[in-house]
């Protein structure tokens, strides 16, 4: 356990059976929970939150430092599950789940499967199903992926995490978004991930959502643009719905935009 300006930080392997999860909680409070593949992706709004709030972020089974006992990568319903158990292992109940892209679509499941543990939730930056532009750009990704060339790769998706007004921060934040995200998946991860993209489709069962929900989308995200984040505002009952003037990222693009209506929103729960 490590204290900074009198705020906890404790680091915690949550074994479930079928793997063990790394999971790092920050602050005291209501518990809010911050779902990426890999937590570094919020370091930001983790250091805003943790002043008024439990912090909880994890890396996803198979990904980071979370080790998986089972072949291959797990499904995003299993990646819902394995949440449902770290909760339940921490003693977690009626927290806001916060999912980001791939977070997002696992979130979406949890919100369904396990609602009883949420009094919250935020989609941000994620989709229902891969259409239209969204679905060839993913499968462009995937392409190179599937053929190893995970350089070209990157070249292409760094494209798509900044808007072109925040464009000048993509040489001098490339080093920090490797460090943070891309240095730590591997071609055969990062395979899995835009191959469940390619599959994933909630249109049917968003509808069962019912707790308070907010969609968040960036108005310049090329990857998932407006109508992607509309669709899944349309499809929760009473969603809110926010778009940012940013590309894929908002919560690292826009940092204090995003924390604002995050804040916002936790207020009204």
């Keep these: 356990m490590t204290t900074n300006l009198n705020i906890k930080t404790v680091e915690k392997e949550v ?31 983790a250091k805003l939150l943790r002043k008024e709030y439990t912090v909880l972020t994890f890396d996803m089974r198979g990904y980071g430092h979370s080790i998986t006992r089972e072949p291959g990568f797990p499904l995003n319903e299993a990646h819902a599950e394995d949440l449902k158990m770290v909760l339940e292992h921490l003693g977690f109940y009626k927290v806001v789940l916060v999912g980001l892209s791939h977070g997002g679509a696992v979130a979406q499941h949890f919100a369904v499967n396990f609602p009883e543990y949420l ?6 930056s ?11 750009l993913l499968n462009l990704l995937h392409g190179f992926l599937k053929r190893g060339d995970i350089e070209t790769f990157w070249e292409v998706l760094k494209a798509f ?57 960036g ?3 090329i990857l998932f643009p407006p109508r992607i984040t509309d669709e899944i505002a349309a499809l929760i009952p009473g969603a809110q719905k926010h778009l940012l003037e940013t590309a894929h990222l908002p919560p690292i693009e826009d940092p204090k935009g995003f924390h604002s209506i995050l804040e916002e929103f936790l207020k009204t729960l």
């Design 126 to 136: 994620s989709l229902a199903k891969a259409s239209g532009s969204t679905f060839i």
């Design 15 to 45: 074994d479930i059976g079928r793997g063990v999860i790394h999971c790092t909680l920050r602050g005291e409070g209501p518990v809010v929970c911050l779902s990426s593949t890999l937590s570094g992706t919020w370091l930001y709004q």
């Design 161 to 217: 995490l900044f808007s072109e007004k925040n464009l000048s921060r993509v040489p001098q934040d490339e080093d920090n978004l490797k460090r943070l995200m891309f240095n730590q998946y591997t071609c055969e991860s990062l395979e899995h991930i835009y191959a469940c993209s390619l599959k994933h489709d909630t249109r049917e069962i968003l509808p069962q959502i019912k707790i308070p929900t907010m969609v968040v989308g």
């Design 219 to 221: 108005s310049e995200d």
């Design 119 to 124: 009094r919250g939730l935020v989609i941000v």
